[in-house]
């Protein structure tokens, strides 16, 4: 089981920094979501402002689990705010750059807030994915990744695959473990990041699944961008609600959009990304 604080650290300075991949974060290789991650914890351990408000990846290449080394440079620098390129390369090839604006804290400005989260059941009403794994004779999921994330389906089809498509849209509570909550605010933003680039996937099978081959499906889906607002941040909340949907695909690409919410009902952040439909490699 990965921990989130521990796999997304960098070391380093001036500029220059290291990171190690983890194994743990494995779905078809490193989770596109957590090398966003690395990219966010180096661009704040840059910036001279604390708090992550955007950030855009474009992913360029597929990483390798092992040693990564990002560079991160200071485009423009104010009182207020701050925009840092971050670059992560490993063995001389540019995996994926990113581009963050952090600004100060405390900052004044108008102030209103109109956003509702999905009128949905709480996470105690829902059963987990784990226990609906053991009711209904899953086989657990293959990759790593899922250890570090207990999540709860807002739905669920008892009738696998379902006789037709459904709509593109995935509704999920999500907590991390061994450990939910994080008092740096760069790796509670992280935790954002990992889940609102994941499941735009689910998202887009749900229209498929229905029509696939019965023993797996025939594509995948790696995120060519992901860019992400973060508006609010609640480090007591340890669990997430993460609603997001994928209302196009044509052409090879798959269009997700997607907002997660704290326990409250707190809007946290939003996220949209393009993936590029890729034929399922041989085992």
């Keep these: 089981m990965g921990d989130l604080e521990q796999d997304t650290r960098v070391e380093g300075g001036d500029g220059r920094y290291v990171a190690t991949l983890d194994e743990d974060w494995n779905i078809w290789g490193p989770n ?20 992550p408000a955007t950030l855009s990846v474009q992913f360029l290449a597929r990483a390798e ?11 423009r620098r104010t009182r207020r705010a701050e925009a840092v390129q971050v670059t992560m390369t490993q063995d001389g090839r540019t995996v994926a750059i990113a581009l963050v604006w952090l600004v100060a804290g405390g900052l004044a400005g108008l102030e ?12 105690d009403a829902l059963r987990s994915w784990d226990q609906l794994v053991v009711e ?4 657990p999921p293959p990759f790593r990744f899922w250890d570090n994330i207990e999540h709860w389906p807002v739905t669920w089809e008892d009738e696998w695959p379902p006789p037709g498509p459904l709509p ?19 790796v509670d933003a992280a935790r954002l990041v990992v889940v609102l680039d994941t499941m ?54 798959i269009t997700t959009e997607g907002r997660a919410w704290a326990e409250d009902g707190t809007l946290l952040a939003s996220a949209a990304s ?10």
């Design 65 to 75: 689990f092992g040693p990564v080394d990002i560079e991160a440079t200071t485009l």
């Design 112 to 123: 209103h807030d109109v956003t509702r989260m999905p009128d949905v059941p709480s996470a």
């Design 32 to 51: 596109g979501g957590y090398l966003a991650a690395v990219l966010l914890r180096a661009a704040g351990a840059h910036a001279q402002v604390p708090r």
């Design 200 to 253: 735009g996937w689910p998202a887009a099978t749900m229209a498929h699944a229905w029509d696939w081959p019965p023993d797996s499906p025939t594509w995948i889906a790696p995120s060519l961008d992901l860019s992400v607002r973060f508006h609010c941040f609640a480090p007591r909340s340890e669990r997430l609600l993460v609603r997001m949907e994928a209302p196009l695909g044509a052409h090879g690409l």
């Design 136 to 139: 209904n004779d899953i086989p």
């Design 274 to 283: 393009q993936l590029l439909c890729t034929p399922v490699p041989p085992s």
């Design 168 to 186: 593109p849209l995935s509704v999920t509570w999500f907590r991390f473990r061994p450990c939910a909550v994080f008092a740096d605010q760069l």
